[in-house]
């Protein structure tokens, strides 16, 4: 039997009932509960989650269609994998789109909104401290929903999210490495003073440093 984590039964009159059972499976992708070429059983998830195998399968297809999941020739449905060359093309994208909300935060973002990403740049320090997964991760959307909020760009975190939830296998190997995790607040600090400043230009290559800088850390192969 698969292991699927720390999946709960999810409430039926909670609608769209799919975009929940979306969203259950994308956390235990993001978590590392379920991890590239696991199979996933429709049988069980129905059982574990407590939904019908039409609402499962309207979900798998939704996490298909972004990558996440992939039906090999004999119909079974796995947790996708990713190559180097997609994984860099990936957080190249990403590199661009952080650049552009960061621009964007320095041009329109209120005092307010600069106040709430300091706050939130603190949680994020708290939870890498913390030194779990889960946490380290949710504080980190956390901070790239209030950097898109203060840009008035939902478009980039939309995208974000999307490729986020691809390479969140590889950004959990690059805040495991060594002495990653301090860099990467440091870098992050950088990036809200250069924000705090209004300084677009240095915002911008403050935000595809700490991008790239994450790629080559998750590119290290033990």
């Known amino acids: 039997m698969t292991e699927f984590g720390a999946l709960v039964p999810l409430r039926q009159e909670s609608a769209p009932l799919r975009r ?28 574990q989650l407590g939904v019908s195998r039409t609402s499962l399968r309207e979900a798998i297809r939704e ?39 960061a621009e964007q935060f320095a041009e329109s973002a209120s005092d307010a909104m600069v106040a709430r990403l300091q706050a939130a740049t603190e949680a994020l320090a708290q939870a890498y401290q913390s030194g779990a997964i889960d946490e380290m991760l ?52 950088g990036l809200v003073a250069a924000l705090a400043r209004r300084d677009g230009e240095a915002a911008r290559q403050a935000a595809l440093a700490h991008v790239a800088a994450a790629a080559d850390a998750a590119m290290v192969q033990d």
Do not use: W
């Not at 504080?139 to 490729?163: I, S």
């Open 20 to 47: 929940k059972i979306a969203a259950s499976l994308r956390a235990a992708i993001e978590s590392g509960s379920l991890r590239p070429g696991a199979r996933l059983v429709e049988k069980d998830l129905c059982q």
């Open 63 to 101: 996490l298909e269609s972004e990558g996440l999941l992939t039906t090999g020739t004999s119909g079974g449905v796995a947790v996708a994998g990713m190559t180097e060359a997609e994984a860099r093309n990936i957080y190249r994208v990403r590199g661009a789109l952080e650049a552009l909300a």
């Open 138 to 189: 949710s504080a980190k959307r956390h901070f790239y929903e209030t950097l898109c909020l203060g840009a008035g760009n939902p478009v980039v975190m939309d995208l974000l999210t999307r490729l986020n939830a691809r390479i969140t296998l590889l950004r959990t190997t690059s805040l495991g490495a060594s002495g990653r995790l301090a860099v990467s607040i440091a870098e992050i600090r």
